[in-house]
Structures are given as C-alpha cells and as structure tokens.
C-alpha cells in the first residue's frame, strides 16, 4: 500500500522560504506522478505542482510558477516542494499525493500547515 508522509511545514514570514518533503514508500513508483497540492480554509482544494517519477516533467499552478521548485530525490523515495517569496495567499494545508497515469491521485497524505504571515 502506497504511503506518502509530508514534513517541513510551519509558519514564515511574507517573502520568506520553506521547503516541504513528501517521504513516500509501499510503490515501484517509477511509472507514478507525485503531485502537491493544498487547501485554505473555506476554499477548495487545488493543484499546486507536479513531477513525473521517471523523467521528471514538472507542472506548475499559474500561481506559484517562478516562486516553488518541485523536485524528487529517487535514491531517497522523497518528492521536495520548495517554496520561494512566500505570499500570505499561500497560507493552507499543502498535501503530497500519487498517481499512476492520468486519472485521479487516489494516494493522498495527511497534510501539513504552511502559514505565511503578512
């Protein structure tokens, strides 16, 4: 069974940088999508990044293009959001998920706090 474990959140000041992990285990996941994705309060959740597990491809929200890098680390099974001229906007649950080809992410973990304060 698939596991994904999201670290690295916290509170930052505007302007500042965080870098979120997503450890993930129990898949090959070389045939996987890994994606970022979050959820402020009262809104719904959307897509905030994602890479492709063999040849890295990465895809990036409008919103965050330019200032969050996502990378993977193969050796280490961790996908890595790196978040840049953070914005109090960017203040949500931010959530690692896994997919294998183009349907939903049925792989979700349990979220992590990313607060930025203005």
């Known amino acids: 069974q698939v596991q994904l474990v999201e670290s690295g959140g916290g509170l930052v000041q505007a302007g500042g940088s965080l870098r979120l992990s997503c450890a993930a285990s129990?898949?090959?996941?070389?045939?996987?999508?890994m994606g970022w994705f979050r959820q402020a309060p009262g809104k719904e959740r959307e897509f905030v990044a994602a890479?492709?597990?063999?040849?890295?491809?990465?895809y990036y929200a409008d919103s965050v293009k330019g200032r969050f890098t996502i990378s993977r680390d193969i050796a280490k099974y961790t996908v890595r959001l790196q978040m840049n001229s953070l914005k109090p906007e960017d203040t949500a649950v931010y959530f690692c998920?896994?997919?294998?080809?183009?349907?939903?992410?049925?792989?979700w973990g349990q979220g992590t706090q990313v607060t930025v304060s203005s």
């Open positions: 998920a896994a997919r294998t080809g183009t349907n939903e992410y049925p792989y």
């Open positions: 129990g898949g090959t996941f070389s045939s996987y999508t």
């Open positions: 890479i492709t597990w063999s040849d890295r491809r990465t």
